[in-house]
């Protein structure tokens, strides 16, 4: 009989802390999942499986369909794990980007220098080109060069 009792209690007890998880969880806006309440109950998820199949089925089902606002823009509710899979996927897209920006100003620095040094070229020819103009017919203006749209 002590051990029937011991059984019992501690059935009420799990019972209990399952039906407070799923009540903490949905007044936190938090997803209700089987492994959030899992966490939150400290039971097994085979537990609730067996036990709370239908209630944790619903609901998720409910919870899956609520959204929230963030920053303005409407996001399903998620449970913590969910965030911080995003949170993972984003600060690696960020760094990838961050790495892409670096290459892309490295790109855009390196052809910088080489426009300038191709109209530093650009200007050594004209130079000698009116130099040569000059001494083939002195005295006259040189002719005017071609505009750079011909």
């Keep these: 009989m002590t051990l029937d009792n ?3 209690r501690r059935s009420a007890e799990k019972r209990a802390a399952v039906e407070d998880a799923i009540l903490r969880l949905r007044d936190s806006k938090q997803a209700v999942t089987f492994v959030s309440v899992a966490r939150e ?10 036990n709370f199949c239908d209630e944790i089925g619903e609901e998720r089902t409910e919870t899956r369909s609520e959204t929230e606002v963030i ?14 899979h995003i949170e993972a996927a ?11 920006l670096r290459d892309t100003r490295a790109e855009k620095a390196k052809a ?3 426009a300038e040094r191709e109209r530093g070229k650009a ?6 080109y009116t130099a ?6 002195p005295g006259q203006a040189p002719a005017s060069l ?3 749209d011909d």
Excluded at 41 to 50: D, E, G, I, P, T
Excluded at 71 to 84: A, S
Excluded at 123 to 128: D, V
């Design 41 to 50: 109950a400290k039971v097994s998820r085979q537990y609730l499986y067996n």
């Design 146 to 148: 071609p505009s750079a």
């Design 6 to 8: 011991a059984r019992n």
């Design 112 to 114: 910088d220098r080489t």
């Design 123 to 128: 200007e050594y020819w004209r130079q000698l």
């Design 90 to 100: 984003l600060r690696n897209k960020i760094e990838r980007l961050e790495s892409d």
């Design 132 to 137: 040569a103009l000059a001494r083939v017919s």
């Design 71 to 84: 920053n303005g823009k409407k996001v399903p509710l998620r449970t913590p794990e969910e965030y911080r």
